[in-house]
């Protein structure tokens, strides 16, 4: 029996208007069809309105035109009915779409659904053009920020996301500690808001986005829940050592002397922020008093100020920077005016030397820079920059040379080798096919093809600095996984006169199986094709490897018997399979500052990992991969590194800070036998094992037991040079990761703005000696007349390269600047009455042992010697400071000058923040030039200060 009953009906009638209809339904059609269509006519057995002799021509693309093959049409309202399906043109004819505008969906496999409105053309005809974006899962724009609480008080962690489809608030879930919260509990969004908190809500928070796409999880937010804000930070500073000059022995027999420090860690202050997304006022552990201290040195003191205590202070906003120098291939030619995009935002360009500074935007979590050279001698290249908050840090970016373009032609399919290995079969080889070449409005292109087709082979362990971001992905869960490479291709294709040309359809790649081990790859762990999305630098998944029927392999393609394809949507591919989880590890390392201070540990040190695995040895491959995480004092401290704990890779580690380079610590030292050995190398700079999990260190199975590992947990070691080259002695402390300013009148940089600090370093030039000799640098307060005389703090270090004819140094002295101190309200407060102070600037030698030297001034940088004439009356015209008594041939004494003077005077000046204008000035005069990166090495003729010989 039916049941019939009277029911409002809207039939979507495309360009119409809906037309509506009272009527019984029976098994969803309508016993009658009423009403009047507004274009067309009515199907008497759908009801539908319909033009049927009208004609839709429908163009589907990628956002890059190039056509789409296979994309289906279908009404927006209607999406279940199949109108057409495009062609190798990415073109569709559909009859029956009345010519008028109309809403159209348009469907592809591994594309993001889009909706296009038609245009009509004639009363009969109309077309639809529709560019569509390749599936890109949610990418975390907005990570949630760690936050210090009391008990009773609120929080709200905010995520926001983008990908293609956008995901909706509603696609948005929270974890604490990994595990998910429950929507019907905390009634979140993409906002989580948590109140009235209890001691038992600290812990790690992170937000997990979800589309059609996949899925992507951000940065997890530390969550810490205090009692008092007392318990939010530790009062007592932990020891940070500086060095001592080399006559300044202390009783315990070391050169070491502890001024302390504090963590710079977030703490619990006066004020917060319960329902927004961050905290607009900022507090961390600070440093709270200072005490003054006479270190005695024998036949002289050094009066400075040592941290007694730390306090919870207001944090200043930390301005993020990173610098570096682009170099491309063999011959590391700097890449000048390249273009720079921060995940994929344009954000500059490198400098007529290849330079780059890179501020980088708040809350970022990672850093995928893209370089693209102008020129197109190199390849388009993605890195992933690290970074510490609040600092500046220094890269050497190595990009690969375009490979020669090879000449094909767009009618017919091209076949091209993947491999560089001289005597070595290719890896795979790619087959481009005929007639799929078009223009950038979407033309098809018929004619000559140059092909640049570059390729990064991983049995040449040479090419790893080329390799392209750091192999890692998002799988389907949201959760970031490891690749192992079998090698990197990138795609260039232009005419005859250097115009970008697009590939439309799919490019084959074929693999050779005497290359890659197919056999070793797991389920669920297969060999794939993978192109790198550069806004993220993540590699995301084309295709799986599999298998070629032997009917379709030609005579010289009886190796290649594996094959996959890949849209030429992006530049840069890779051929990898996946690490499986079981074999990530995380190992601790500490740098010390010296042997004699193992507690000392130093920040801001980067600590790399080479991983080369062995044991797929066909053909003799060899497969690498970089890792690489900077150290901190703060917590427990160290490094923890992502590896690979499996046999069979072999782990390469080094630990460097700017040019610094430490030294591994001996088998001895280490404390432990490591399972996988231990061999020191490079001069002792580097170490190579094997890693193993373990229990009690040093490899981990998870990031966050390594992170807080206990101290006497087993961790591999670095130290700094027990007597290094240089001594910097502050008489009030200093640290550029403070981002609380607190300035004194005897601060080496006492500047309000700390994106401003000023670095002076001047060149001396020395003959005769072939003893080791060393510089010293005294820097004092010269016009301000409260402190005139007191040490700003004193430099030391070693004159190079020892025993060289001419030889010299370039060491540091404190600018002359504006007098700043701390007002009482704890801001920056200039000194009205002091204005300016002329720092008075003493320069003198010392033997190895720290003995006085015999040397002799020949000659001041004639310019300085002008300049110093005006500067030496103005300030004992206008401050009644006394002229630098110069009698004493062994020494020389002079006012800094005010202005930023450069390679004419052999006095080299730059202002930045943290210590990028120390880094800037310093090469610059390494090298005797006032621009571009300057050099790491010295050049002890070019553009000098003052020359001395020294008997």
């Known amino acids: 029996m039916v049941h019939m009953q009277p ?137 949630p920020e760690s936050r210090s609480r009391l008990v009773g008080q609120d929080v709200t962690f905010c995520c926001e996301a983008h990908g293609s489809p956008e995901p909706d608030a509603e696609d948005y879930e929270w974890f604490r500690n990994g595990d998910i919260l429950d929507k019907s509990v905390y009634g979140y969004s993409n906002q989580l808001t948590l109140t009235n908190l209890a001691l038992s809500d600290a812990g790690e928070y992170r937000c997990r986005a979800n589309s059609d796409a996949g899925a992507g999880y951000s940065e997890s937010a530390l969550l810490q829940i205090y009692a008092s804000a007392t318990d939010s930070y530790n009062a007592d500073p932990s020891p940070e050592y500086i060095q001592l000059p080399a006559d300044c022995v202390q009783p315990d027999g070391t050169r070491l002397y502890n001024v302390g420090k504090c963590d710079y860690k977030p703490c619990v202050g006066s004020s917060y ?102 020129y197109k001698d190199f390849v388009e290249t993605t890195k992933i920059l690290d970074f510490v908050e609040g600092e500046s840090v220094y890269h050497r970016v190595h990009i690969r040379e375009r490979a020669e373009p090879m000449v094909m032609s767009s009618e017919m399919t091209s076949t091209v080798d993947l491999g560089t290995v001289p005597g070595k079969a290719p890896i795979g080889q790619l087959e481009i096919p005929g007639n799929s070449f078009y223009t950038k409005d979407g033309q098809q292109y018929s004619g000559t093809v140059q092909a640049s087709i570059s390729f990064i082979d991983p049995r040449n362990l040479s090419n790893v600095q080329d390799m392209q971001s750091d192999f890692t992905f998002v799988d389907q869960e949201g959760q970031e996984q490891q690749l192992e490479t079998f090698g990197m291709f990138s795609l260039d294709f232009a005419d005859g006169s250097g115009n970008e040309l697009e590939v439309a359809g799919t490019v084959t790649v074929f693999l050779n199986e005497n290359e890659v081990n197919f056999a070793a790859a797991e389920p669920g762990h297969e060999v794939k094709l993978w192109s790198l999305n550069p806004e993220t630098g993540r590699w995301e998944e084309e295709s799986t490897v599999t298998q070629t029927p032997i009917g379709k392999r030609r005579k010289r393609q009886q190796s290649f018997t594996w094959n996959g394809n890949i849209r030429v949507t992006r530049r840069n591919y890779n051929v990898d399979w996946w690490i499986k989880a ?100 490079n001069n002792n700079k580097a170490f190579s094992t094997t890693l193993t999990h373990g229990n009690s260190g040093p490899s981990y199975r998870s990031e966050s037991t390594c992170r807080n590992a206990p101290i006497s947990d087993n961790h591999y070691k670095f130290y700094g040079d027990e007597v290094s080259g240089l001594v910097e002695i502050n008489t009030i402390p200093y640290n550029p990761t403070d981002n609380r300013l607190r300035p004194n009148y005897l601060s080496w940089y006492p500047t309000e703005d700390p994106a401003q600090k000023k670095s002076c370093f001047m060149k001396v030039r ?180 003052v020359h001395f010989d020294c008997a």
């Not at 930390?318 to 344009?346: E, K, M």
């Not at 010296?594 to 040895?617: I, M, Y």
Request: glycine share 10%.
């Open 582 to 681: 079981g074999q990530r590890c995380y190992s601790k390392v500490r740098v010390c500052q010296a042997r004699s201070a193992p507690t000392a540990q130093v920040d801001n040190v980067n600590v790399e990992f080479v991983v080369v695995n062995t044991d797929l040895d066909q053909g003799n491959q060899r497969f690498a991969r970089f890792y690489n995480a900077r150290t901190s004092a703060s917590g427990t401290g160290g490094a923890c590194v992502e590896g690979w704990c499996r046999p069979g890779s072999v782990t390469y580690v080094s630990a460097t800070q700017g040019t610094t380079q430490y030294d591994a610590a001996s088998a001895l030292d280490l404390g432990f036998s490591p399972p996988g050995g231990y061999t020191r190398g």
């Open 273 to 374: 922020n319960s329902g927004q997304c961050n905290d607009t006022v900022k507090y961390c552990s600070a440093v709270g008093t200072l005490q003054a201290q006479a270190i005695d040195c024998g036949s002289y003191t050094i009066n400075i100020m040592a941290i007694s205590s730390c306090e919870c202070l207001e944090c200043g906003d930390p301005v993020t920077y990173v610098r570096g120098i682009l170099l491309g291939g063999p011959t590391n030619t700097p890449v000048v005016n390249a273009d720079i995009l921060v995940n994929g935002v344009p954000s500059g360009f490198t400098t007529f030397s290849g330079t780059f500074t890179l501020e980088v935007p708040p809350n970022t979590k990672r850093l995928a820079v893209t370089f693209k050279d102008i």
């Open 766 to 945: 020395v003959t005769g000696a072939n003893e080791n000799l060393r510089a010293r640098v005294v820097s004092k307060v010269g016009t301000h007349a409260a402190n005139r005389g007191t040490e700003y703090g004193r430099r030391e270090d070693d004159v190079v390269p020892a025993g060289a004819a001419v030889k010299g140094t370039c060491i540091e002295y404190k600018c002359t600047g504006d007098v700043w101190t701390t007002g009482p309200n704890g801001r920056p407060f200039r000194d009205p009455a002091a204005d300016v102070d002329f720092t008075s600037v003493e320069l003198g030698f010392l033997r190895d042992d720290g003995s006085p030297a015999n040397c002799n001034r020949v000659a001041v940088n004639n310019n300085f010697e002008t300049l110093d004439t005006i500067t030496t009356l103005t300030v004992n015209t206008l401050y009644g400071a006394p002229p630098p008594d110069n009698t004493d041939m062994s020494r020389f004494r002079f006012y800094d000058s005010q202005n930023d003077l450069g390679q004419t005077f052999g006095i080299y000046k730059a202002t930045g923040p943290g210590d990028t204008s120390k880094q800037t000035a310093y090469q610059q005069c390494l090298a005797g030039t006032s621009s571009g990166p300057g050099s790491t090495t010295l050049a002890p003729d070019n553009n000098w200060f």
């Open 7 to 143: 029911v409002l009906r809207r039939w979507h009638t495309g360009p119409a208007e809906a037309v509506q209809q009272s009527g019984p339904i029976i098994w969803g059609k309508s016993l009658y069809c009423g009403g009047t269509c507004v274009v067309g006519t009515r199907d008497p057995v759908t009801c539908e309105c319909g033009c049927q002799t009208h004609v839709l021509t429908a163009t589907v693309r990628n956002t890059k035109n190039a056509p789409l093959q296979g994309a289906t049409i279908h009404y927006a309202d209607r999406p279940y009915i199949t109108l057409g399906t495009t062609d190798a043109t990415g073109t569709a004819r559909v009859s029956g779409v009345c010519a008028s505008q109309v809403d159209m969906l348009i469907r592809k496999d591994g594309y993001s659904s889009t909706v296009a409105t038609t245009v009509p053309i004639t009363s009969t005809t109309s077309t639809m053009t529709a560019n569509m974006e390749i599936l890109i899962a949610p990418i975390i724009t907005q990570h």
